[in-house]
């Protein structure tokens, strides 16, 4: 199982990027998929989460509105559309999937597979 982010950058605030994560060895839907971020000292966050069907999709409250989660089965692709980027969320991204069916979606002791992580930074 690999996963592999891309499309991280430095944004003014008030911009947009979309983040993208490639997977192998497994197809997306078949795991549950989530974005987390980890700013330096500060412990690695639920961001937003994807079911395997890609019907439901789960965010956390500080990016509701403005961040977007979704996948493309064909491709294998996990992406996180976001826009309004404030400085707070300035932090290394993460793309993760999980084998496990049942815990918090947003919790990142649910997730047995982690990408390599892509750095977002907002000023």
């Known amino acids: 199982v690999q996963l592999v982010e891309s499309g991280g950058g430095s944004v003014q605030a008030g911009g947009s990027l979309r983040l993208s994560c490639a997977a192998s060895?497994?197809?997306?839907?078949?795991?549950?998929m989530g974005w987390f971020r980890q700013a330096p000292g500060n412990e690695r966050e639920g961001v937003a989460s994807?079911?395997?069907?890609?019907?439901?999709?789960y965010y956390a409250d500080s990016v509701k509105g403005r961040f977007t989660i979704s996948k493309d089965d064909a491709k294998n692709t996990v992406y996180l559309q976001m826009n309004s980027l404030k400085p707070e969320d300035t932090a290394m991204y993460y793309c993760?999937?999980?084998?496990?069916?049942?815990?918090?979606?947003?919790?990142?002791?649910?997730?047995?597979?982690w990408g390599q992580g892509t750095q977002v930074t907002v000023s």
């Open positions: 993760a999937a999980r084998d496990a069916y049942t815990g918090s979606f947003l919790a990142p002791s649910t997730y047995n597979y």
């Open positions: 060895g497994f197809t997306v839907s078949t795991k549950r």
């Open positions: 994807i079911s395997t069907g890609g019907l439901m999709t």
